[in-house]
């Protein structure tokens, strides 16, 4: 069936650092590609997208690349802060109108 | 708070028991998503609605579990015959139909069955 494999699982990075953070998706149809953060007990949060037509995004310090034919896309996060410390969750927008989600990156930013 | 509301945000209860969420969208947005997030996995889709039509159902929705949205505005997710393995966080979202793939989330209801 459709499915979106996230990697890695758990990540560490040192303030300052960068923090990067695969996907790959079996849907060819799929279209849009969110990236969600997630705090402790707290809900989901968009924190950037790309679309089908476009290969690479950029917000600031965040900023996502998308390849079609590896059916692949990576968000990277530059100039890590504490703050950035969550789970991110990547996830494919598929034919049938459902989000398929990634099974999370646990991301750590030690001061 | 204009955003997407749940409630109750947590809710203990007995196996064997039923229980009842509620979500309201934001306002505009008629599309609602109910999604299962069990620790440390991502949310899985369980259904969706368009106005106050149920378009989607996944294979993990058994039929103890119904969805309604009567009015096209809030929904409700109903678990009968409660089971441990149905602990979880139930999320749900609200898109626009024009704009049906960027979802946003509401704060989710912690169910516990004991």
């Known amino acids: 069936g459709e499915n979106v494999e996230q990697h890695p699982s758990t990540l560490s990075v040192q303030e300052g650092d960068s923090a990067v953070i695969k996907c790959t998706y079996s849907?060819?149809?799929?279209?849009?590609f969110p990236w969600y953060k997630q705090e402790l007990g707290k809900r989901p949060q968009l924190i950037i997208d790309?679309?089908?037509?476009?290969g690479e995004k950029k917000d600031q310090r965040i900023a996502v690349t998308l390849n079609k034919t590896a059916k692949h896309f990576s968000l990277h996060i530059t100039e890590t802060q504490p703050e950035d410390s969550a789970v991110y969750f990547c996830a494919a927008f598929n034919r049938g109108g459902k989000l398929i989600f990634g099974q999370g990156t646990e991301l750590s930013v030690k001061p | 708070d204009t955003g997407v509301s749940q409630d109750p945000r947590h809710k203990i209860t007995k196996r064997g028991q039923n229980v009842t969420f509620r979500c309201d969208p934001i306002?505009?947005?008629?599309?609602l998503y109910w999604y299962r997030q069990t620790l440390g996995q991502g949310p899985e889709f369980l259904t969706y609605f368009q106005n106050e039509a149920q378009l989607e159902k996944s294979r993990l929705l058994s039929d103890r579990f119904s969805a309604e949205r009567p009015k096209g505005s809030f929904s409700t997710l109903e678990i009968q015959r409660t089971e441990q393995g149905d602990s979880a966080m139930y999320l749900c979202?609200?898109?626009?139909?024009?704009?049906?793939?960027?979802?946003?989330f509401g704060p989710g209801t912690r169910l516990t069955v004991l």
């Open positions: 790309i679309r089908s037509n476009v």
């Open positions: 306002s505009e947005h008629n599309r």
């Open positions: 979202a609200s898109s626009l139909a024009g704009d049906p793939d960027t979802q946003y």
């Open positions: 849907d060819s149809a799929s279209n849009y």
